[in-house]
Nanobody
């Protein structure tokens, strides 16, 4: 059974930092891109960032460029999201995802092969 399990969410003040992680199990995600979407209350799920299996240049939504950094450890089947300079508008449930679609296409929408259950990030003003 494939599982993506997020961890590391929580409450942080504006301007602060937080790192969330996603551990994948149940299969080897060779050639799968991994990344993150988020969904704020009352809003649609939106693309945040993605990184391909081979690494290379990650892809970011404009709203998080320069503040968020994605990385992955293929040996551990784990992807990380370092979030700096957090803003109240970053408040959302953050969902880990894995898909065999190239990461550069993830901005097209949240149709992924695998999803985690999400972790809540709350940024207070």
């Amino acid at each position: 059974q494939v599982q993506l399990v997020e961890s590391g969410g929580g409450l942080v003040q504006a301007g602060g930092s937080l790192r969330v992680s996603c551990a994948a199990s149940g299969r080897t995600f060779t050639n799968y891109a991994m990344g993150w979407f988020r969904q704020a209350p009352g809003k649609e799920r939106e693309f945040v960032t993605a990184i391909n299996w081979s690494g290379g240049r990650p892809y970011y939504a404009d709203s998080v460029k320069g503040r968020f950094t994605i990385s992955r450890d293929n040996a551990k089947n784990t992807v990380y999201l370092q979030m700096n300079s957090l803003k109240p508008e970053d408040t959302a449930v953050y969902y880990c995802a894995a898909d065999n679609k190239d990461g550069r296409l993830w901005y097209l929408g949240p149709r992924m092969d695998y999803w985690g259950k999400g972790t809540l990030v709350t940024v207070s003003s």
